[in-house]
């Protein structure tokens, strides 16, 4: 019979393919992105398994994956939702991801530039925010769960900042608003009431001495 695999593993292969045209695309690849994969390898540090390249995410510039053996995302969140039903921390039974990149998509022929030259030098702030907003979306793309909210959230907000082009995220002044003069309510002499020239002053004696 025939071997299944499920197709969030990693590795694998449609076999639909010219196997010597693959093999050596592949290698070519490889050369060409081997620093930016050993780069990101060492920057991710344990966020991730390993990082790789792949061929089989179309126009995706990344996807995460598990391992051959590894927890699909449907498992992950039984998983997460059984943890916290009995208040205990998922984070200890993740089972460790591979990022998967694709080298044609133009994010990795930019982030490939940036690469130090340096193994010690530290990328930028922008770069950071790149490349950990690049696996949060490659998490999404595999249905995972983005672990780091709080980062998350400041790399949204300062790439806002930079779409915007503000400066600061610091609050302005506040506003002055003007002094205003208390002026008296004007009164309708339209506006509905009584009005004492309405009664017959005669029919109302009348009805007094009546009483």
Known sequence: ???FSTITHDNISFGDEDEDLKKRRAKAY?????????FMNK???RAVGKVMISNRLGSSPA??????????????????AQAFAHGQDAGG???MKTLEINPRHPFFEALLE??????????DLETRDALWTLLDTALLNGGYHINEGKGFNHRMMRSIKRNL???TFDLLPEIDPKVEEDVAPE???FASGINLEDFDMDEMDEFKQEL
């Open 1 to 3: 019979g025939k071997r």
């Open 30 to 38: 490889s050369e060409k992105f081997d620093p930016l994969v050993k």
């Open 43 to 45: 920057f991710y540090g």
């Open 63 to 80: 996807i995460v994956s598990s391992g051959e053996f590894g927890q699909s995302a449907n498992q992950e969140r039984i998983m997460r």
């Open 93 to 95: 039974m993740m089972g």
């Open 114 to 123: 940036m690469v130090p030259a340096d193994e010690e030098e530290k990328p």
């Open 165 to 167: 082009g503000t400066d």
């Open 187 to 189: 009164i309708d002499e």
